[in-house]
T-cell receptor, first 114, second 115 residues
Framework: AQTVTQSQPEMSVQEAETVTLSCTYDTSESDYYLFWYKQPPSRQMILVIRQEAYKQQNATENRFSVNFQKAAKSFSLKISDSQLGDAAMYFCAYRGNTGNQFYFGTGTSLTVIP | DTGVSQDPRHKITKRGQNVTFRCDPI?????LYWYRQTLGQGPEFLTY????????KSRLLSDRFSAERPKGSFSTLEIQRTEQGDSAMYLCASSLAGASNQPQHFGDGTRLSIL
């Protein structure tokens, strides 16, 4: 089974600064999809950004961007100009091209310091 | 609001009782997923429906768990003879079939507490 590892249980960042959250995964598939989800306290999990493994270009969504290193099986999330509203749990998720399951990491709790 | 809705938001019950949760997916989404999330962990896959067909079930889904999606719209998750270890947040998500890059849209979850 695929595994997703987030090695940083907690991270903090000063408001307006940049922070990078790490994610690695293990798979034998060559085609797959990677996602970052945000879960604010007591609120819904929402999609932040996604990356198709066949695309070499890193995905970006406004202040959020990824560093996708396929050979290293690494998929980090960079948040630029951090805002107080960015404080949440962030989950990295993997989905293979053939299966229907999403595999989630254990999450990183991000604190934004005013 | 056309997002995924789950009912109830919270459920407290005594050990040994049966509980049932409901999920209403986004109306045009034909895929529906159930997850369990415990404190400090990411969501763990339980089961998946495409329309009314239950296509995958996790090994985590013991015989006490059953899920249905009778008309391909809303789904129910029932836990029989609840145990302390069933205490968790139960999340429902839905997505469109088709391209595998379709993200899942999550509900607020049902938090189950077993006394």
């Amino acid at each position: 089974a695929q595994t997703v590892t987030q090695s940083q249980p907690e991270m903090s960042v000063q408001e307006a600064e940049t922070v990078t959250l790490s994610c690695t995964y293990d798979t034998s598939e060559s085609d797959y999809y990677l996602f970052w989800y945000k879960q604010p306290p007591s609120r819904q999990m929402i999609l932040v950004i996604r990356q198709e493994a066949y695309k070499q270009q890193n995905a970006t969504e406004n202040r959020f961007s990824v560093n996708f290193q396929k050979a290293a099986k690494s998929f980090s999330l960079k948040i630029s100009d951090s805002q107080l509203g960015d404080a949440a749990m962030y989950f990295c998720a993997y989905r293979g091209n053939t299966g229907n399951q999403f595999y989630f990491g254990t999450g990183t709790s991000l604190t934004v310091i005013p | 609001d056309t997002g995924v809705s789950q009912d109830p938001r919270h459920k407290i019950t005594k050990r040994g009782q049966n509980v049932t949760f409901r999920c209403d997916p986004i109306s045009e989404h034909n895929r529906l997923y159930w997850y369990r999330q415990t404190l400090g962990q990411g969501p763990e896959f339980l089961t998946y429906f495409q329309n009314e067909a239950q296509l995958e079930k996790s090994r985590l889904l013991s015989d006490r768990f059953s899920a249905e999606r009778p008309k391909g719209s809303f789904s129910t998750l029932e836990i029989q003879r609840t145990e302390q270890g069933d205490s968790a947040m139960y999340l429902c998500a839905s997505s469109l079939a088709g391209a595998s890059n379709q993200p899942q849209h999550f509900g607020d979850g049902t938090r189950l507490s077993i006394l």
